[in-house]
């Protein structure tokens, strides 16, 4: 068993940690008063090559595995977890793509994937249809040489910055054999967008899509009808665990904070740290982010292996936010008014890490994904 990654990949973290420290962490408090991102951010990130992280070379991209993409999004949640979304879901949908997509489709697609011309989004979550997922109603239905999608998709992250979306709609019978996935561009005049507000993350520009009657060509159905569903669960394996990588970044960078103050905050003569109220409190926190990151990284290693990461990276993505979340409350009671302040280091921080209790699956839905493939489909929930 080696934990420890290899020279191109701690240069990757170095590369990526320094272009986060000069291009996204000095615009973070600004990007989230405004809820937007900055003009230039999507250039910054695709000539950062962080959209091609995952793309295959053969289309323009670095092709790096499960681990090097881990690593380079927890570099960018510590710095910005709201910047970290597009690169995710370039990662995420340039793979569902690339297995799944024809030769001529991987050509079109996966090169502007690759440069940040298309900033693509994963639109799934219907308003009736969240943990639920493969009972979506969102329909598509063939029309000559092409097909014709409608319905409504909520809770997409980056809706207000994309120019492509992967939406799943139901071409068959009820269930999840009846969904297939298509690809296609978000500048349809049928296609309508309203950005939500949120808690957290509100550069990310979450939102609503609706799909008034979209025509798209044949060649816009990505694998088999049917196959949508089953292609987005097998990339979900890797894109869970790299969210919790997100996560973990997000606590450990408030635990950093919190470790700062309390040796430079005195209180009854001593600085803070040398209380056990405030020292052991941000040491089990640390330990706990430690071990799910463990975790994360062991599903990732098995991705890249060739073996099923469904357990790991399950159990890390119901695990980490959690502790991510309770990390980050406790930097902000170690900082007192400085934690709660939104001049302070940590409040943004908090709100923006609880979304991903949420995203990508819920703690209640990826413990039943382990149930079922611990116990067996007809012994559990």
């Not at 219907?126 to 493969?134: I, L, S």
């Not at 943004?348 to 995203?359: E, K, N, S, T």
Request: hydrophobic share 45%; charged share 20%; proline share 5%.
């Amino acid at each position: 068993m080696d934990f420890t990654f290899t020279p191109a990949q701690n240069e990757l973290a170095k590369l990526v940690a320094g272009f986060a420290a000069e291009r996204i962490a000095p615009h973070r408090r600004e990007q989230d008063r405004t809820g937007t991102y900055r003009p230039d951010l999507i250039a910054d990130l695709a000539g950062a090559d962080l959209f091609a992280l995952r793309i295959p070379e053969a289309y323009g991209g670095r092709g790096l595995d499960a681990v090097s993409a881990g690593i380079a999004l927890e570099q960018l949640a510590a710095a910005d977890l709201a910047v970290c979304f597009p690169v995710l879901n370039a990662a995420l949908i340039g793979g569902v793509l690339a297995d799944n997509g024809t030769a001529g489709q991987r050509a079109r697609w996966l090169p502007p994937i690759a440069r940040g011309e298309a900033v693509v989004a994963l639109a799934l979550t219907e308003p009736g249809h969240g943990t639920d997922a493969a009972g979506i109603g969102t329909s598509a239905r063939p029309d000559g040489d092409g097909w014709v999608l409608s319905g409504e998709k909520t809770s997409i992250m980056i809706a207000a910055h994309a120019t492509h979306a992967l939406v799943f709609a139901r071409t068959g019978g009820d269930g999840a054999r009846g969904i297939s996935a298509f690809y296609l561009p978000l500048d349809d005049a049928r296609v309508h967008r309203e950005r939500l507000t949120d808690l957290g993350c509100r550069a990310g520009g979450r939102g609503r899509v609706v799909l008034d009657g979209v025509r798209v060509g044949a060649d816009a159905l990505v694998g088999e009808p049917g196959g949508g569903f089953a292609a987005v669960m097998r990339g979900f394996g890797v894109s869970r665990a790299l969210i919790a990588l997100m996560a973990i970044a997000v606590g450990n960078a408030a635990l950093d904070e919190a470790y700062a103050h309390a040796t430079r905050r005195t209180a009854f003569g001593q600085p803070l740290g040398r209380f056990q109220s405030v020292a052991f409190p941000l040491v089990e926190h640390t330990t706990l982010l430690h071990a799910a990151r463990l975790v994360a990284y062991e599903a990732l290693c098995r991705a890249d292996r060739g073996e099923d990461p469904r357990i790991p990276s399950n159990m890390a993505k119901w695990w980490a936010p959690k502790a991510a979340v309770e990390a980050t409350h406790q930097a902000l009671l170690t900082m007192g008014h400085l934690g709660w302040s939104e001049d302070g280091p940590v409040a943004q921080r908090l709100r923006d890490v609880i979304g991903l209790q949420l995203a990508d699956g819920t703690a209640a839905a990826t413990k039943l994904t382990v149930a079922r493939l611990v116990l067996g489909r007809e012994y559990a929930p």
